[in-house]
């Protein structure tokens, strides 16, 4: 089975995308995590992401893709999280998939409201080291500034600081949200509006991917 997981940055896709991958046994496939272990090894593909990464512009298609293809036809299934975010990578990943006769099987998009997806952003934080995500307001680390996991530094992310989220907010519009379009022409999306507790979210999700919501 092979989910997309669409959504704003800020949505909560990849604290929900854990979860849901923890749950079912899915390989949760996140372009954003696997890129930023690309730039902490220093590998060619992390140096030049970073560049792109920390003005909050998207890393180029032909280098996710060629990421995703590695792992999309992992037997246990896979939540894509971060991925497709333009009508080119959405295009070339049906494309793929039809290749290996492993469709798409459901598309969730996680909706926001903007006011609170912009205070929700400014209280994201993550360990440095182990990327175990935090909360200021909902779920902050037990010791300011230390990941209570690894004793790692707790950081706001370069590419969630204020310039680079405003940035990041007018990328998802131009180039992402005609990819929920493109999704909605071709096969049944569930919608799950992403307020409220995250306990509250997961049991909205996986009540929307529990109802299948079949390709086409
Ligand atoms: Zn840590």
Known sequence: MRIVLLGPPGAGKGT???RLAESTGMTHLSTGDMLRSEVASGTELGLLAKKFMDSGDLVPDSNIIAMIQQHIDDPAGVLLDGFPRTIVQAKSLDKALDQISLPVDQVVHMAVDIDELIRRLSSRV??????????????PPLESGI???CAGDVIVRDDDKPDA???RMKVYEELTAPVLDYYQLHRNVAEVMATGTPDAVFAKLTKA???GAPFN
Do not use: F, M, W
């Not at 993550?126 to 779920?139: F, G, I, S």
């Open 126 to 139: 993550v360990c440095k080291e182990c990327h175990t995500p935090y909360n200021l307001e909902l779920d």
């Open 165 to 167: 989220v405003k940035n």
């Open 147 to 149: 990941c209570d996991q």
């Open 16 to 18: 929900q995308a854990r």
């Open 209 to 211: 991917i529990g109802s």
